[in-house]
């Protein structure tokens, strides 16, 4: 299952106010970079996830948000750095640039 158009022009657009954002699709999924430094990643079912480093990681998880793990068939779950957004950023891009802001000074 690949991400929809739609869900990409969405992601570009909320995250718009940083600027110039680059996509790039992998493994089903898309990257987006700002200045070239990834900063979230657009999961396949339309999920929005930032990429947590340092303190930042603390900021994320006292908002409440999860981190991504998965698990390959028969293996052991697999954690990686990133975590949902705050659901209050879907709809306000100036709240979701403020966190993509927060996540790309700790990367």
Same mark, same amino acid.
């Given at each position: %299952? !690949? *991400? +929809? ?6 992601? *570009? $657009? =909320?995250? @718009?106010? =940083? ?7 992998? %493994?089903?999924? /898309?990257? /987006? ?8 990643? /657009?999961? +396949?079912?339309? !999920? /929005? ?9 603390? $900021?994320?998880? &006292? ?6 793990t998965y698990s390959?068939?028969?293996?052991? #779950?697999?954690?990686? #750095?990133?975590? @949902?957004? #705050?659901? !209050? ?5 100036? =709240?979701?640039?403020?966190? !993509?802001?927060? &996540? =790309?000074?700790?990367?």
């Open positions: %299952m !690949a *991400v +929809s158009q739609g869900d990409i022009d969405r992601a *570009v $657009e =909320l995250f @718009s106010g =940083l600027g110039d954002i680059a996509t790039r699709k992998m %493994m089903g999924g /898309l990257c /987006l970079y700002h200045e070239g430094t990834i900063f979230a990643i /657009l999961m +396949s079912d339309g !999920a /929005l996830l930032l990429k947590g480093a340092g303190d930042f990681i603390d $900021e994320l998880e &006292a908002a409440g948000c999860t981190r991504w390959r068939e028969g293996g052991k #779950p697999t954690a990686m #750095p990133y975590w @949902s957004m #705050p659901d !209050a950023a879907f709809d306000d891009p100036d =709240l979701a640039c403020d966190w !993509a802001r927060r &996540a =790309l000074a700790h990367l």
